[in-house]
């Protein structure tokens, strides 16, 4: 690893980050809390921190792919610690250990939160915290690449590294130009966005907080009761659709609004895949809500909002609620966990295992059994008329035999630490896939503040693994990746002469 390289990317994403501390500061001044030397020192501070690193270590034009895994995660684990800062300081009595879960949930947009009173933070650190939900939507280190193309021949290795999903698909030929498209994107519908909320009702605070997390499919919202707080069917709605945007492969989006192609949405197979999976569960869940009592007879159109709301909200991995999920009916219960695995469609904002990958999961399943029955056959999996090849499916598997490993690890330590057996598998759910509330003690009422600190760690880790798609992470802890990189020396290499005689 060059070690000089990436010291020196770490340190102009800390100063970018510091620049971005600023934001809440206009806000805490409007709302006179008191919070605007915090930000202000903490923005000095993270600036100071990564202009060192910028002068100390010399740029490096020759960083190759497993510099790029190095850069990403310590990236952002430095980056979620320097976004802490707002959180510990701003007299609320938060350990940093919660001020670290709090930062990184917003940074990986997951949304677990361990506070217990939300509305008692100052109202520029609630700012902060959806907008570190907004920066960590479309990635840190994409956004880096989009207005500062400081990075060199390394922007490649860092977008490949970072950006979410199995494939990442290039607009333009250039790094930073694609970056820039998905950020404009981005951009476009979070401005749409907090136009309608305030058309309903909403001032440009509460407009912006919660553009941001529902773009960024984070689910933070500066009220308690999250988006039931205003008890509109039209907030509802509006919020609704935008997650259900989110949710979608960003590069449909550039073909729709920019390129002007519509029909780009159906042609994709995730996509109806993505809408066909909302709107069964959307169903089933309305259906075993009356059945089951959830809903009065008489409270069907609640029921159908309701429903719709937080299937696309877990689906999303947003997380946002209208409703307190943890007390409908068991099959609900159970369907809307199935949903937070499967989460939105490569290229998104949204965590979870994919769409695109649980697609080619069952296709390749089916090719099995095929092969069973006709061994000689040889069989060709596609997506949307594409042969997918096969180092893709190898990847595919390798990465579900990963997640179960990691899922199953997690579960155990978290378990270990004295949570009950529901709350500690959800809540690694709620973290892995990037999605917020779990069930039981971690439900959508509840929080994750009572957990042992340990338990907050894993979580954490939970959180960044999910967010870079665990390979980004695991990669730095196997031995190959720290060994020096030189061509291997075979055996019968040792016998032979340089000029190709036996010693």
């Known amino acids: 690893m060059r070690i000089a390289g990436v010291c020196n990317i770490f340190g102009k994403l800390l100063i970018a980050l510091s620049l971005c501390l600023l934001l809440p500061v206009p806000f805490s001044l409007y709302f006179a809390d008191g919070m605007e030397r915090i930000f202000l020192l903490c923005a000095a501070g993270g600036a100071v921190v990564g202009g060192l690193f910028v002068a100390l270590f010399p740029p490096d034009d020759n960083l190759g792919f497993r510099d790029g895994y190095a850069v990403v995660t310590l990236s952002w684990c430095g980056l979620a610690l320097l976004g802490a800062l707002p959180f510990y300081f701003c007299g609320q009595g938060l350990s940093l250990i919660d001020s670290w879960f ?3 949930s917003g940074f990986t947009t ?4 361990i506070l217990t009173q939300i509305e008692a933070l100052p109202p520029s650190v609630l700012f902060w915290r959806a907008t570190t939900q907004w920066l960590g939507g479309m990635g840190i280190i994409v956004l880096t690449l989009a207005i500062l193309p400081l990075l060199g ?4 290795q860092l977008f490949q590294a970072e950006m979410p999903g199995p494939t990442k698909d290039r607009l333009a030929p250039r790094i930073q ?3 820039r498209l998905l950020w404009s994107v981005y951009l476009l519908l979070t401005a749409v966005e907090t136009g309608l909320l305030m058309a309903g009702g909403l001032d440009l605070y509460d407009a912006l907080c919660h ?3 529902t773009m960024a499919t984070g689910g933070f919202s500066p009220h308690s009761a999250s988006i039931a707080y205003f008890d509109s069917a039209y907030i509802d709605g509006v919020v609704t659709l935008f997650m259900f945007l989110a949710g979608v492969n960003f590069t449909l989006h550039h073909q729709a609004i920019v390129r002007r192609r519509p029909a780009a949405y159906l042609k994709s197979e995730e996509f109806r895949l993505y809408l066909g999976l909302i709107v069964l569960a959307c169903a089933v869940i309305v259906a075993a809500n009356q059945v089951y009592g959830s809903y009065s007879a008489g409270a069907l159109g609640r029921n159908i909002r309701d429903s719709l709301f937080q299937v696309v909200s877990i689906m999303t991995t947003t997380g946002f609620g209208t409703a307190d999920f943890d007390q409908w009916a068991p099959v609900c ?11 939105g469609c490569a290229g998104s904002t949204g965590g979870g295992i994919k769409v695109v990958r649980i697609l080619l999961f069952f296709k390749y399943a089916r090719l099995q059994l095929q092969n069973l029955v006709h061994p000689l056959s040889i069989g060709t999996i596609k997506v949307d008329g594409i042969r997918v090849p096969r180092e893709v499916k190898v990847a595919i598997i390798g990465f579900l035999a990963l997640y179960l490993a990691v899922f199953v690890t997690a579960c155990l330590l978290v378990a270990a630490t004295g949570a009950d057996v529901l709350t500690a598998t959800t809540a690694v759910v709620a973290t892995l896939n990037n999605i917020g509330p779990g069930l039981a003690l971690v439900g959508p009422t509840q929080h994750f503040g009572h957990l042992h600190p340990f338990a907050k760690l894993v979580l954490s880790l939970c959180m960044l693994a999910g967010r870079l798609e665990l390979y980004t992470v695991f990669v730095l802890l196997t031995p190959a990746y720290w060994r020096m990189s030189r061509p291997p020396r075979w055996r019968w290499q040792k016998r032979i002469g340089p000029q190709g005689h036996r010693r």
């Open 102 to 104: 709090e930062s990184m």
């Open 110 to 113: 997951t949304g677990s939160t």
């Open 177 to 179: 130009d694609t970056a």
């Open 333 to 343: 219960r159970v369907l809307l966990v199935i949903l937070m695995f499967v989460g």
């Open 211 to 213: 553009a941001f997390a």
């Open 153 to 156: 021949y390394s922007g490649t």
